[in-house]
């Protein structure tokens, strides 16, 4: 089992980086993956050789290191969303909005002049109830009138 593990860590020291013809900062990326970073991968391999761990094991160490990085950068890679993707989500809401805002606005006038016809509607019930109200007054005024002329005229 340690030989297979040592086997795939070596396959992929080798993959992704080559210790001995680089003596530069490299940057280290996952195959199919767009993000980049940085790492000193030879400062790493050379750092721990220092503290006695042998060259194979320093690499593969490195190697390691690269790996959960590249890993993680691209877990959180798919938890968040490109500032493009973000740009393009903000433009659709954005047009969203603007649409809902004007439904809004079209339902709001809408409701606005039915409100006002309605309103005028019980303008002209209520002047009517009054002219109707009005005649029947003069009507029992009238009559009224009329009853006491004839009582005067009859007394």
Same mark, same amino acid.
């Given at each position: $089992?340690?030989?297979?593990?040592?086997?795939?860590?070596?396959?992929?020291?080798?993959? !992704?980086? &080559?210790?001995?013809?680089?003596?530069?900062?490299?940057?280290?990326?996952?195959? &199919?993956?767009?993000?980049?970073?940085?790492? +000193?991968?030879l400062a790493?391999?050379?750092?721990?050789?220092?503290?006695?761990?042998?060259?194979?094991?320093a690499e593969?160490? /490195? =190697?390691a290191i690269?790996?959960?990085?590249? +890993?993680?950068?691209? &877990? @959180?890679?798919? =938890?968040?969303?490109?500032?493009?993707?973000?740009? $393009?989500?903000?433009? /659709?809401? +954005?047009? &969203?909005?603007?649409?809902?805002?004007?439904?809004?606005?079209?339902?709001?006038?809408?409701?606005? =002049?039915?409100?006002?016809?309605? $309103?005028?509607?019980?303008?002209?019930?209520?002047?009517?109830?009054? =002219?109707?109200?009005?005649?029947?007054? +003069?009507? @029992? /005024?009238?009559?009224?009138?009329?009853?006491?002329? !004839?009582?005067?005229? /009859?007394?």
């Open positions: $089992m340690a030989t297979i593990a040592a086997s795939i860590v070596r396959t992929r020291t080798t993959r !992704l980086i &080559n210790f001995n013809k680089f003596n530069h900062k490299q940057y280290s990326q996952q195959p &199919n993956s767009k993000r980049l970073f940085l790492v +000193d991968t790493l391999v050379r750092r721990l050789e220092g503290e006695g761990v042998p060259s194979q094991q593969a160490i /490195t =190697s690269i790996e959960v990085l590249n +890993d993680s950068l691209e &877990n @959180v890679g798919e =938890s968040f969303v490109s500032k493009g993707e973000m740009q $393009m989500i903000e433009m /659709t809401q +954005d047009g &969203n909005l603007g649409k809902f805002k004007s439904r809004v606005q079209s339902s709001q006038e809408n409701h606005f =002049s039915l409100l006002q016809r309605e $309103m005028e509607k019980l303008k002209s019930d209520i002047e009517k109830m009054r =002219s109707e109200l009005r005649y029947e007054i +003069d009507k @029992v /005024t009238a009559g009224q009138r009329l009853d006491l002329n !004839l009582e005067r005229g /009859t007394k």
